[in-house]
């Protein structure tokens, strides 16, 4: 049975307007040669040339002073090796310095897509039928460095989406890392991640079982700049590095709209990009709420799976995920406890569907296969496009499928409420398939959601269009239901 969609008129398109001021370290020695012209320079060579830089780029960058303060202090190591007092250093000195270690990046000039979608925590002042909602994208630029971005805007009766005026800046987190780490725990994780156990053992054997980042850090170091290091274990020593990196906490500042915060790789352990971040507006037991994420860290050669969780869109919380069911990509947490777990869906193998429970959020073992690819248009793999939606029928559970020429479908199952191992029905064909006019992009055939909501009785689906840009459709709850409880 097919069921209807109505595709809404609006694109979320990539903007290489949208920068960031990134930290730029050109290598050791060229930064030394860097330091040693401007140090060169009178303090009226310096001021003119601050002075030229700012009229430049002060206008596109909230206080871009106290980003090149930061970023010269990054490298006051390598300007003290060089025998000259940093202390003495006039700030405009210092300032020019950091302008020289940073660069612009454009976060989505390549792409903005795979989204979610959230209720907002605010909705106050609204009419009948509307719903402010909160929209994640996955925004890309050079490089194919991805980070996470907002929107924000209103739903309205006839499920028309209004979104609000973008801001004009763009604006990182600050970012203070986990302090303290349980020696077990990390060697397990160290242990999934298939780190080299030797050079595990040689780096954790002296650390007591509670130990504090700094020491580990300093350790890791140390053998790192070792100059006759052999490359397999620079690379173990390096995966340690990455873990502990992985956890830590960030904040923006209140004086930032929620479309000037970006979600920028941070950590080692997703220095080549956060991808695809699955967000869910999750009720506990007590009644409390919070919004979180699952998404992908990337760096170049492993992946994480990681969690973010936030109350309010400006602190965030990030950990990794335990766990022999914390592989591979495509996990998605349920929005409440199932008979007092947590709930995750999976693709741990990259093919089938999977579920799992745990009493704990960031720990998760023992995957039940919960689906297989059964249409030809999803042979090559199934997986979920986010979380589970509750509905008075069953879970239900908006899945991607991959088929002939790598072409990407998005469908729909429902599942038993009080044990989501069953399948009520599935729909045989797509939900929603490529159109001719949605086939071109960054990555060609590609329809794919991060998250979906219901509202006004209606599925309100975000999705990406080929890897490149995002739009939205609307599915009449009531006719995708009857068509998934008839597709048994």
Request: charged share 25%; net charge negative.
């Amino acid at each position: 049975m097919r069921v209807s969609v109505v595709r809404k008129n609006i694109k979320f398109t990539p903007d290489s307007r949208r920068v960031v001021a990134r930290y730029f370290m050109n290598g050791y020695e060229r930064t030394q040669q860097m330091v040693l012209r401007i140090m060169m320079l009178d303090e009226k060579q310096v001021l003119q040339t601050l002075e030229q830089t700012l009229r430049e780029f002060a206008r596109r960058h909230r206080n871009i002073s106290a980003v090149f303060f930061k970023h010269c202090e990054k490298i006051r190591p390598i300007i003290e090796s060089m025998q000259i007092d940093y202390e003495g250093m006039s700030l405009d000195r210092k300032m020019l310095i950091g302008s020289y270690c940073t660069m612009e990046y454009a976060i989505e000039s390549a792409a903005i897509f795979n989204p979610s979608i959230v209720e907002d925590f605010d909705q106050t002042g609204l009419e009948a039928g509307e719903k402010r909602v909160i929209i994640s994208f996955r925004a890309t630029g050079e490089g194919h460095i991805s980070s996470i971005v907002f929107r924000r805007g209103i739903l309205d009766r006839d499920n028309n989406l209004h979104i609000m005026k973008i801001g004009n800046h763009i604006d990182k987190a600050e970012i203070e890392h986990k302090t303290l780490f349980n020696k077990e725990r990390f060697l397990t994780k160290l242990s999934e991640m298939h780190t080299t156990d030797k050079y595990i053992v040689q780096i954790m054997q002296d650390l007591p079982n509670e130990f504090e980042f700094a020491i580990l850090k300093n350790i890791l170091n140390t053998a790192l700049g070792d100059p006759l290091i052999r490359e397999e274990r620079k690379m173990a020593l390096q995966e340690i590095l990455w873990l502990a990196n992985s956890f830590y906490d960030i904040q923006f500042k209140h004086d930032s709209d929620i479309t000037e915060r970006v979600i920028f790789p941070i950590s080692e352990s997703e220095s080549r990009g956060i991808e695809d971040a699955r967000f869910v507006r999750f009720k506990d037991d007590d009644g409390s709420e919070r919004v979180m994420a699952t998404y992908t860290a990337y760096n170049g050669h492993t992946i994480l799976p990681k969690l973010i969780s936030t109350e309010d869109f400006y602190n965030f919380r990030v950990m990794p995920l335990h766990g022999v069911g914390a592989q591979n990509k495509n996990l998605a947490l349920f929005p409440r406890k199932i008979k007092g777990k947590y709930a995750m869906l999976a693709r741990i193998d990259g093919v089938n569907n999977y579920i799992m429970y745990s009493e704990r959020v960031t720990q998760w073992n023992s995957p039940i296969l919960l689906q297989e690819p059964r249409f030809t248009w999803e042979f090559t793999q199934i997986g979920n496009c986010g979380s589970p939606l509750w509905t008075p029928e069953g879970w239900l559970v908006i899945t991607h499928g991959v088929g002939t020429m790598r072409r990407y479908c998005i469908g729909a199952s429902l599942f038993d409420l009080d044990d989501p191992s069953k399948e009520i029905g599935r729909l045989t064909e797509p939900l929603l398939a490529p159109l001719e006019d949605e086939r071109e992009g960054y990555v060609p055939n590609v329809v794919y959601s991060c998250g979906a909501i219901i509202h006004n009785d209606s599925l309100i689906l975000p999705y990406a269009v080929s890897d490149y840009c995002s739009t939205y459709s609307v599915v009449n709850m009531a006719e995708l239901i009857d068509a998934l409880k008839k597709s048994k």
